[in-house]
């Protein structure tokens, strides 16, 4: 038999919270308190880059440069080196030659200006230091509501210009917290910033997903005083009941089309693995085992399934077809591994391991089966790629509270997203926005 903790970390682990009165749904204009980033490490190369002081109007709600800072830095790429007072918009051409001086490779010059219509233009200009290069800029008009997403591209283009790879600092993240007896289910920046309450419940609220278009989000409610599965509209809050089966509903995973979901259901007796259309209907059984099969995770190209099984014994990561065909175990060294997820890119999975006690964040190259254990902390769980397969997010407990965290692959550069009020938990990054 299974042991019960293999479960509670992710299908059953809200199971103790249940009680209360019926969900309420609906969008706060905006969460009353916020994410404080916290980075700590060195990377083995990190890209110098300055900001000089932007030309700014009076009364920006907003520090557009402070944030396009916090983004870069955040990566583990990129270092920050000192700015200085003189304020250089994007219009000028600055000397270069004292920003080579303070060793900068990168220099961002820029404004925010009122429009006439209440609007702001957030502009910026992007510098190459060191072949005195002009590497291009641009423009954003944004009502206030969308300052810091204006900050977020202007990262974007600048993590894009100098690395090559695209920014994921537009994205969102969702992520679920209890705080008192309240539950919510969050959709935030990908700095944890501006987060809003997708859903309120006094039930349990569990394994939120993004469906691969972002306009989605599958995830598991206790409010029926049973785990059934919703999919909700981000942009309405429009929702709709996917699987309410006999049993218990868990561990949603999108297809990479969108059009199916799988998902671990008890109808049969054991949990299993049943493909269900996104807009519903009568799920198709895809593992037929008598154990434990669920945490169904797709690779980006829709060829494979990885999951996780008992029937060995004991929790490990498999991977199949999505019609359940072919069966390998990936997973060898211990007795507890759990929580799958694969890189957009399809190089890397990351998954937990409970070692010598202690739940762990780790790391496999799946062409070598190479493993990696990124954290030292002792409560990791939930794992979730960046859309740029640059960034793993997860849930963990520092200094007895639990907090999201995000790691660079080689587990050098960490943040700590500073959390609201309560436990914070299962947190899944969203795709870049089609």
Do not use: C
Not at 158 to 173: A, M, Q
Not at 198 to 221: C, D, H, K, T
Not at 304 to 330: C, K, L, N, W
Request: glycine letters at 8%; aromatic letters at 8%; a neutral charge.
């Amino acid at each position: 038999m299974l042991h019960t903790s293999f479960l509670s970390r992710r299908q059953f682990s809200a199971l103790a919270g249940l009680g209360g009165v019926a969900a309420g749904l609906g969008w706060p204009a905006q969460a009353l308190a916020q994410f404080r980033v916290e980075v700590t490490g060195i990377g083995m190369q990190q890209i110098p880059f300055a900001i000089a002081p932007f030309r700014v109007a009076p009364g920006v709600p907003q520090d557009v440069p402070a944030i396009v800072r916090a983004d870069l830095e955040r990566s583990g790429q990129l270092r920050s080196v000192p700015a200085g007072t003189t304020v250089i918009d994007e219009m000028a051409r600055p000397d270069l030659a004292p920003w080579r001086e303070r060793n900068a490779d990168a220099l961002i010059t820029g404004s925010v200006t009122r429009l006439a219509d209440g609007r702001y233009d957030v502009r910026f200009r992007l510098w190459d230091v060191v072949r005195a290069q002009d590497l291009g800029g641009m423009s954003f008009p944004v009502s206030e509501a969308d300052l810091r997403l204006a900050a977020h591209r202007v990262a974007d283009y600048v993590y894009e210009k100098l690395l090559g790879h695209p920014g994921v600092f537009s994205t969102r993240i969702a992520y679920v917290s209890k705080h008192a007896e309240r539950h919510n289910l969050w959709v935030a920046d990908a700095d944890g910033e501006n987060a809003q309450a997708a859903l309120v419940s006094q039930e349990p609220i569990i394994s939120p997903a993004w469906s691969p278009n972002g306009q989605f989000l599958a995830y598991v409610s206790f409010e029926s005083r049973k785990p059934v599965i919703y999919t909700h509209e981000v942009a309405t809050g429009r929702r709709r009941l996917l699987a309410s089966f006999r049993g218990s509903n868990s561990a949603p995973a999108w297809s990479p089309d969108g059009r199916q979901l799988l998902a671990t259901l008890t109808m049969g007796g054991s949990s299993q693995i049943y493909a269900i259309d996104a807009n519903g209907g009568q799920p198709q059984r895809i593992t037929q085992t008598s154990g434990i099969d669920t945490e169904p995770a797709f690779t980006p190209d829709g060829r494979h399934v990885y999951f996780v099984s008992d029937r060995g014994g004991s929790p490990q990561i498999y991977r199949m077809t999505p019609t359940g065909a072919e069966v390998t175990r990936v997973t060898f060294d211990g007795n507890y591994n759990i929580s799958p997820t694969i890189s957009p890119d399809g190089r890397w999975m990351a998954f937990v391991s409970r070692l010598s006690g202690a739940f762990k964040l780790r790391l496999m190259e799946l062409a070598s089966g190479t493993v990696t254990t990124l954290t030292d902390t002792t409560a990791d769980e939930s794992p979730s790629f960046a859309p740029n397969s640059r960034l793993i997010m997860y849930a963990t407990k520092v200094q007895g509270r639990e907090s999201l965290m995000t790691t660079t692959l080689d587990g050098r550069i960490k943040t700590r997203l500073g959390s609201v009020p309560g436990s914070v938990r299962e947190p899944d990054w969203g795709p870049f926005l089609r």
